[in-house]
């Protein structure tokens, strides 16, 4: 079974500051996976994903993240928050098959002026 | 292109209700996945529906069932509706090609169970 387990249910940056959102997975085969963002009252947009390959992957909206197999861990990273980065965060995960998601439990990122 | 289409927006029923949510997948879409998102808590896989056939499930009961339809597109029913139901529920669409896992999500439908 696969799992992930993002931590901080809220994470409260300022503007310009380095955004930082941390996901661990867990899975049995070697795992796929996706950071999506939610915007209050919206569906789930693709943010970036990493299936095989280069470990760093970029997305859109400046935001990237670095597979790290030896920590299980999936963490995104934007050097400088705006305030439209303002939202939550789903880290999830996916086996080799086709398409089924497991999500954590989301990190809503606020952003200050 | 027309995204992922999902009706009614909004939805209000009483406990014990039966409740029918619509989904229309992107263009060129095979396969369907319904998910259940309840407050503060991330998406939860209910089903997966591949040219008109259920192709895996999550740990939903039974009275959650689903149908996809020729043209892709696709329905969740739920029965004897629990106060419990209520969540956001999120339809996403894919091609279902090798080595393409992303899924295109809905704007969902908030359903409100009293």
Redesign the interface.
Known sequence: AQS?TQLGSHVSVSEGALVLLRCNYSSSVPP?LFW?VQYP??????LL?Y?TGATLVKGINGFEAEFKKSETSFHLTKPSAHMSDAAEY?C?V?DAG?????????TMLLVSP | ETG?TQSPTHLIKTRGQQVTLRCSSQSGHN?V?W?QQAL??????IF?Y?REEE??R?NFPPRFSGLQFPNYSSELNVNALELDDSALY?C?S?Q?LP?D????????TRLTVT
Request: avoid cysteine; charge should be positive.
């Open positions: 992930v796929y999506y009252n919206q569906g789930l947009q693709l994903k299936t789903f999830a996916s086709y398409s089924t998601l497991t999500f954590g439990k989301g | 992922v396969t996945s998910y503060g808590q991330g998406p939860q896989f997966q591949y192709n895996g999550g999120l996403a894919s279902r080595g896992l992303e899924q295109y999500f809905g704007p969902g």
